[in-house]
T-cell receptor, first 114, second 116 residues
């Protein structure tokens, strides 16, 4: 299994540009999440999905859109990038169940918005 | 609302000494508690979790954590630190009231530095 994969690893955008961060998992996990990591603030939940066709907002959803058309893929879209969105973005997937809840993280995407 | 606090930004320990990384939490229901580690330029890796049962939980790389309900704490410990333990450590909590496993809240992280 490849686990959780993210592309690209690095990206530089200009203010106002749009882009999509890709995330895929091959573990057949129902739950997937997007986090952003900023110094001193830990990981903050942006959006999450409990299964194909179902998404919901996390702590910091503004400026980001998601969709979940398949179990495997959970892309994160920035519609109009802003410097405040400069961060490291992590995708994670989780297997459903009370005795699991272990999150598997991708390697991250480092995004800089100029 | 659920929250988790890691009161120390950095912990410095000499190799071979015991280490403790602190975590306190706040949830309305019963907590699921987790520790994750992040090495430079990598994603987070799972270390251990408390769901129910024994308050002392053992995890990867010789780490353990003690769940203390009265103090709402879940401190990470290791009897003898290694230089290779140097990394960023995150505590996380999920409130069992929520049916979604994805609603996990992370602390701000503690940087552990082990000096030779």
């Amino acid at each position: 299994n490849a686990g959780v994969t993210q592309t690209p690893k690095f990206q530089v955008l200009k203010t106002g540009q749009s882009m999509t961060l890709q995330c895929a998992q091959d573990m057949n996990h129902e739950y997937m999440s997007w986090y952003r990591q900023d110094p001193g603030m830990g990981l903050r939940l942006i959006h999450y999905s409990v299964g194909a066709g179902i998404t919901d907002q996390g702590e910091v959803p503004n400026g980001y859109n998601v969709s979940r058309s398949t179990t495997e893929d959970f892309p994160l879209r920035l519609l109009s990038a802003a410097p405040s969105q400069t961060s490291v973005y992590f995708c994670a997937s989780t297997q459903q169940g009370a005795n699991t809840d272990t999150q598997y993280f991708g390697p991250g995407t480092r995004l800089t918005v100029l | 609302a659920q929250s988790v606090a890691q009161p120390e930004d950095q912990v410095n320990v000499a190799e071979g000494n015991p280490l403790t990384v602190k975590c306190t939490y706040s949830v309305s229901g019963n907590p699921y508690l987790f520790w994750y580690v992040q090495y430079p330029n990598r994603g987070l890796q799972f270390l251990l979790k408390y769901i129910t049962g024994d308050n002392l939980v053992k995890g990867s790389y010789g780490f353990e954590a003690e769940f203390n309900k009265s103090q709402t704490s879940f401190h990470l410990k290791k009897p003898s630190a290694l230089v290779s333990d140097s990394a960023l450590y995150f505590c996380a909590v999920r409130d069992t009231r929520y049916s979604s496993a994805s609603k996990i809240i992370f602390g701000s992280g503690t940087r552990l530095s082990i000096r030779p």
